[in-house]
């Protein structure tokens, strides 16, 4: 797989600055080392008997992130911008935090500037006032959710005025945190940004609570919003369980990719369905899903149903446009499946007692997790270390639990889904005992789903 991936990183130019953190090039002096420019590990680690692996071309390897004894930028000399785009999400503040505090602290870089708002920010007709960033500004502010630097959706396609202004403000390198429609944003600035010919680093920092971005092995706020997404899981759980016939239904985020559904279902222990964008139910009919949760009541006179918001969006009336990120907009099927739910089973003159929570909010304002403050902590290190070593147009991830460079072209060229013959669905089957397929015609399926992955291929 990996040789039709590049995974070359883009640079500033050589770097002959050394750098004013004091580590090691050596092993076995108990001094925490450098990582030099030609430490890589494979992205494909599947293998077979016999296999012969290598030689490897650069472009099929991912760079290593971390300090290097030699930087590009002087650090006297550095204005360094931080910007928050898209909608909330768990350890953003700790990410910021992150980055201002190994800027200031092991760099001494002495100019961070806040941009307010996202990408609107950098647009002059919205009047927002750059925030000076220091250590004391940011020392408590991962105790908080949300931003200190405010978030909008929006602005990034504004690629020419947002250069402009980052020329304007003489910054020599900017960290952009947020998904995959403000990280092809931030590409298209950096482009722009090399065509006039400035050295201006552009450093992401994948924020995408859906866990969609490809190549990383997950997105920070993620493992927050399963632990606080089980929380609402446990509550639908314990309602349902109280009632005759009761019915817990929990709506997740989850535009195109169930990660978080899935990820719940596993952790909770108390779903009995989950319903997510990468595999299609019916709704009525022997084998559609409202006869398997009739069964299911029958049985054990209760039910929790976890659905992702972008599931079963083939039912309903599709919704025209997008929004401001560029998303195109859902038909809720929270209440779609809630309505339905309670109009089939008074149809059969059953009983019912539903509970409908969506707590999508809720978890992206929350505070993050202890596991997210260590993964943001580490994710604005490695970025700084990339952007003062001259690295740019790049994102900072984890893969086979290594953080690496990876291009932005590339993270951002196909979404992340769960593979519904996978390991990690085939679990969630075991988890829930739901039925593998809940279809009334199985050969329609498997066409129309095999027309929908090569539709994703695309």
């Known amino acids: 797989m990996s040789d039709t991936n590049d995974f070359t990183i883009a640079t500033l130019g050589p770097c002959k600055v050394t750098s004013p953190i004091k580590l090691s090039s050596v092993e076995g002096d108990f001094i925490a080392n450098y990582v030099d420019d030609d430490e890589f590990i494979r992205y494909n680690v599947n293998a077979s008997i016999d296999e012969v692996v290598g030689p490897s071309k650069r472009s099929e390897l991912l760079e ?39 800027l200031w602290n092991r760099y001494g870089v002495r100019r961070i500037s806040g941009i307010r708002f996202g990408f609107k920010g950098l647009l002059p007709e919205y009047g927002f006032e750059i925030l000076p960033l220091t250590p004391e500004v940011v020392d408590d502010c991962h105790k908080t959710g949300g931003s200190i630097l405010g978030s909008s959706r929006g602005g990034g396609d504004r690629v020419v005025e947002i250069a402009d202004a980052i020329e304007n403000l003489n910054l020599n390198m900017v960290f952009i945190i947020g998904g995959d429609g403000t990280q ?12 006039r010919g400035l050295k201006i680093a552009v450093v992401g920092i994948p924020k995408t ?15 927050t919003a399963v632990v606080k997404a089980a929380e609402s899981v446990a509550a639908a759980h314990m309602e349902a369980h109280s009632q005759i016939n009761g019915i817990g239904l929990v709506k997740l985020m989850g535009r195109e990719s169930g990660f978080i559904a899935t990820h719940t279902a596993i952790a909770s222990h108390e779903a009995n369905f989950v319903l997510i964008p990468e595999v299609p139910f019916d709704l009525d009919g022997p084998q559609g899903f409202l006869h398997h949760l009739e069964e299911r009541l029958r049985r054990r006179q209760h039910a929790v149903i976890v659905v992702a918001e972008g599931a079963g969006q083939d039912l309903m009336k599709g919704v025209e446009g997008s929004d401001a990120s560029g998303n195109k907009k859902l038909a809720d099927i929270g209440t779609f499946l809630k309505d339905r739910i309670e109009a089939y089973f008074k149809s059969i003159g059953m009983h019912i007692n539903l509970k409908y929570i969506d707590p999508s909010y809720q978890i992206r304002s929350a505070p ?30 984890l893969v086979h639990s290594k953080f690496v460079h990876l291009p932005i072209k590339l993270t951002t060229s196909k979404r992340n889904y769960v593979d519904p013959e996978g390991s990690l669905w085939r679990d969630c089957l075991d988890a829930t005992s739901q039925p593998v397929l809940m279809v009334n015609d199985k050969d329609s399926f498997l066409r129309n789903s095999r027309e929908r992955q090569g539709h994703k291929n695309k």
């Open 209 to 223: 609570v859906d866990n969609d971005l490809s190549f990383i092995q997950k997105s920070f706020g993620f493992d």
């Open 64 to 102: 290593k992130a971390g300090p290097r004894e030699k930087i590009f930028f002087n650090p006297n000399h550095v204005h360094a911008a931080i910007v928050t785009c898209g909608g909330l999400c768990p350890g953003l503040n700790d990410v910021i935090r992150a980055i201002v505090r190994c």
């Open 368 to 397: 993050a997790a202890p596991i997210d403050s260590i993964y943001c902590e580490r994710l604005g290190n490695n970025a700084v270390h990339a952007a003062m070593a001259g690295k740019t147009k790049l994102l900072i991830g």
């Open 184 to 195: 092809r944003g931030s590409l298209e600035v950096a482009e722009e940004i090399e065509r």
